[in-house]
Each structure stands twice: as C-alpha cells, then as structure tokens.
C-alpha cells in the first residue's frame, strides 16, 4: 500500500495544505497526519484478530505529547527506554499497566519510578540486571514483573547499527543461556516472570528474520514448560519496515498473519513493540530553500533544515525521499545535493536529488514521522524545529519551536 498521499501539498487525507503550514509555523517544521497514525496502530491492532494481543508502540520512534495521546485514547501499549519515555507516556494520558521497559542500561532510580507507576512488565536484558531489579523491587516491597529479553542470533539483514538480535550485539541474553538465567530468576523472591521477550532489529524488509526469532522464542518456552516454569505472553519487539525508497516491507497484516499462523493453538498473549511502522510514514520534515549553489562540480540547494533537524541521512547514509511542494522560482531542473546550514560536510538531507527548485521553494522529506524530531539535536545551537499535527481541517501547534535564548537556559558562567 502507499502509505502516502499529496492531495493538493496535504499530508496524506487531512486537509490542511503544507504551505499554510509553512506560514503558519515556520520552517523547518514536522508536520504529522492524525489519521495516517490512528490507521497504522489499528491495522497492527486488527490483523492479530482474535488471537490475544498487545499493541506497545515503541515511543523512542516518537516521543510527542500529541502523538502518545493520540495511541493512549487508542488503547495502546507503550514500549519505553528510559523514565524520561515513561513520564512522557504518563503525560500524554498513557496507562502505566500497559507499559513495557526495554533497554540495557536502566537505572536504579528508573526501576523505582517503573515500580511505583505499576508498569506491565520489565524486559530485562542481563542477570545483573535481574539481580539489581531484585533488589529494588525488594526494598520497595513489590514484585517485580519480569520477561527476560533473549538474543536469538539472528540476522535482521538490516544496517549495522540497527540490527540488536545477533550475538555480538549488546542487547538481551544469550538464547543458549537463557534456561539457566530463568532459573534463576524463578528463585529470586521479587521477581515475577511472566514473559520472553526479543527484538532482533529495526527496518525490517521480510518476514523470514521475524519467524526465525519467534520458532527460537517458542523453543524456548516450551523447554521452560517443561521444567515447570510457564510464561504468559511473549514479546516479539517491534523492527517491521517501512518504505523509503524501493522497499518492500510486509504489510501489518501480512506480518501479524504469519506470526498468527506460527502461534495458533497455544495459550500465549503476543505483545509487539512497533515503532516506525506506526509513525514513519505519518510526517514529514517541512523545509525550505535558502540559497542554490552551482559549482562545476554540483548544485547545492541550501534548505533550513540540517542534520541537526533530521539526522537519518548522516548517520545511517539513509535514503529520504525529498519532494517539492511549491514550485521552485527559476523552475529549472536540476541534479541537487540537499544540505543544511551545519558545518560538517555530512550535512545532507539527500544527494544527487533530480529536482527543479528556486530559492524559497518548499520541500519535504517523507517518512519522517519516525526516528526524526526524537533524534534531532541542538548541534550548531540551533534550535530544535517545530511539530505540527494535522487532523483534519484543522493543524495543532503540538510543540513550539525552540528559542535560542532556551538553548543556553540551565548553563552558568564562573564566578569573579
Ligand atoms: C526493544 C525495542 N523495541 C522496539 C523497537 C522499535 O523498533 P521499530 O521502530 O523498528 O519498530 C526498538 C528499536 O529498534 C527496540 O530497540
Ligand atoms: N534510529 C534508527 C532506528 C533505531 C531503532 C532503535 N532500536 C533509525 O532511524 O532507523
């Protein structure tokens, strides 16, 4: 399916045009569809069925109020990081029962906040995580929940720095271990398992690592049966792809189809932790166009929006689409490297882009909505751009444009 659509330079089926919003709010600026989310979250949501399941959207894709707020009236799930996601999510009218916690590194003070909230479930990622959880839960008197991450070895044929589920990688543990690690963590007196979790990576273009993962996890519950130790659920993480450019990634439903197909007939809850699935494909990152260079060797069109802005490009070498929206002034067509104002020469949004632009022409990059604003930084002290949710007719302001004067808020100068 196109997840897309411009219907006069509005974002997917809302109404509002990308210009008015540009004058509106400036540039550069996300701009998010309601309904395009909304859509997404229930095509995960629906294609599970009957089959017992748990949509946790994985809030590190993206953090906004609006954006949690938008999935907590849903009903969703959230899979968080960190407590500053897990405020987050109890800001935006998120239910804490229905909150899982991923990552390796999680504070004493997290796992306290994560305790008192009463979240879902902890996905614990090494025994010396488990033995500090215990302690926590401990002195607050509480059990804590618990489904130990394992890392299946598998390869999410994805780029390097996204793939989690291989055994050089520092995430969960090691499948081979796992049936010691959980016993003894049945043991461990304020610890309740309830689970097996895994994620084996992000950007995901086929099935075949998913069901690889789930007949490993599946291995492993039914050898914990054996010994006695039941779970309920099984955490699949999120990681399903989405289009950027010729990728042609599963579809929710043909994803949740497989896995049905795979669980049918077993008495276990399925939860899953998609991210950019549910939000990529519902923004954009709005720019415009500040000055064109034309060198013998290349045409820069110099946009207001940088690697700061939107740092997939720098990072990952990662391929947006860049789209115009107005009409460029000099209407002529060029071959273009997209770059922002940020003094690295990594700066791009997209290379060799064959585009016909004029200096103020509108551009969007697409497939934005995901891994954009939440990994935007203030390098350069520039501020962090505005996000704008259009539902509708109507576009929200859903989170200021930073000042620069905010920049250096908290920072102080030496005494005389
Ligand atoms: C534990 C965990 N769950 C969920 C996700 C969400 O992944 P995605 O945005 O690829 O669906 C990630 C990030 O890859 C993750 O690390
Ligand atoms: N930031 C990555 C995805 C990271 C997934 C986090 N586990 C991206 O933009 O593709």
């Known amino acids: 399916m196109d997840h897309f659509h411009y219907h006069d330079n509005t974002l997917w089926a809302e109404e509002v045009p990308l210009p008015e919003i540009a004058s509106r709010f400036g540039t550069p600026c996300y701009v998010y569809s309601r309904s395009m989310i909304e859509h997404q979250w229930q095509a995960f949501d629906q294609a599970f069925q009957e089959y017992p399941h748990r949509v946790c959207y994985a809030v590190k894709a993206n953090s906004n109020l609006a954006v949690l707020n938008i999935l907590a009236r849903l009903g969703s799930g959230f899979d968080i990081v960190s407590v500053g996601e897990l405020e987050r999510v109890l800001a935006a009218g998120g239910d804490p029962g229905q909150v899982v916690f991923s990552g390796v590194g999680k504070r004493a003070d997290e796992m306290h906040r994560a305790l008192t909230a009463g979240i879902a479930c902890f996905n614990v990622e090494s025994e010396a995580e488990l033995a500090h959880l215990n302690h926590i839960a401990g002195k607050l008197g509480r059990r804590a929940p618990v489904s130990l991450r394992v890392n299946p070895d598998v390869d999410a044929r994805t780029h390097p720095y996204i793939a989690t589920g291989l055994r050089e990688n520092k995430f969960g543990i090691e499948i081979d271990q796992a049936l010691e690690v959980y016993a003894h963590a049945v043991t461990l007196p304020y610890i309740d398992i309830l689970g097996v979790d895994c994620h084996i990576g992000s950007q995901l273009t086929s099935l075949s690592p998913f069901l690889a993962a789930l007949e490993r996890v599946l291995a492993l519950v039914d050898q914990l049966a054996e010994r006695g130790v039941e779970v309920r659920h099984i955490d699949l993480g999120g990681g399903l792809g989405i289009t950027y450019r010729d990728e042609t990634p599963p579809s929710p439903q043909q994803y949740a189809s497989a896995l049905r197909e795979k669980l049918a007939g077993r008495n276990l809850e399925v939860w899953i932790e998609p991210g950019r699935a549910i939000v990529g494909n519902g923004g954009v990152l709005l720019t415009r166009v500040e000055y064109l260079k034309h060198t013998p060797q290349k045409n820069f069109a110099i946009v207001d929006a940088a690697m700061n802005d939107l740092l997939r490009p720098a990072l990952y070498d990662a391929w947006q689409e860049i ?24 700066d791009f949004l997209g290379k060799q882009r064959h585009l016909a632009l004029g200096v103020g022409t509108l551009l969007v990059a697409r497939a934005a909505g995901a891994y954009g604003f939440t990994m935007s930084s203030n390098y350069n002290s520039r501020p962090r751009a505005a996000e704008v949710m259009v539902d509708g007719s109507e576009a929200y302001l859903v989170r200021k444009r930073e000042t620069v004067e905010s920049l250096y808020a908290g920072e102080s100068i030496l005494p005389e």
Do not use: M, R
């Open 323 to 346: 789209i115009p929206v107005t009409i460029g002034t000099d209407g002529q067509s060029h071959f273009f490297d997209v770059v922002g104002p940020v003094c690295e020469t990594g």
